[in-house]
Nanobody
Framework: QVQLVESGGGLVQAGGSLRVSCTAS????????MGWYRQAPGKQRELVAL???????NYADSVKGRFTISRDNARNTVALQMNSLKPEDTAVYYC???????????????WGQGTQVTVTS
């Protein structure tokens, strides 16, 4: 059994900052990558930031220079520092991991439950 649990999020004024984190737990052999996605009402879920175990990162163009993703491989934790927040950043933020469960040779995708981020103008 594997699960991803997010924490953080909340309400902040435009220009403010928030930090969300996600921890993967359970029978995990290795995590290939972890990332953050977001979904606003009426919109498709989109990639915000992604990081691999080797430290390679990928950001959506809309958040480059404002958001920073970091990962603690030993703790199976990924965090997203969100600075200079804009109202258009308002969404439910979901943690996603591609990982190999213990005693498996196949990679599976797991999603967290989501955490709300609201940015007021």
């Amino acid at each position: 059994q594997v699960q991803l649990v997010e924490s953080g999020g909340g309400l902040v004024q435009a220009g403010g900052s928030l930090r969300v984190s996600c921890t993967a737990s359970g029978s995990i052999y290795s995590i290939i990558d972890m990332g953050w996605y977001r979904q606003a009402p009426g919109k498709q879920r989109e990639l915000v930031a992604l990081t691999t175990s080797g430290g390679i990162t990928n950001y959506a163009d809309s958040v480059k220079g404002r958001f920073t993703i970091s990962r603690d491989n030993a703790r199976n934790t990924v965090a997203l520092q969100m600075n200079s927040l804009k109202p258009e950043d308002t969404a439910v933020y979901y943690c996603k991991a591609n990982l190999v469960p213990t005693r498996s040779s196949v990679t599976f995708q797991y999603w967290g439950q989501g955490t709300q981020v609201t940015v007021t103008s």
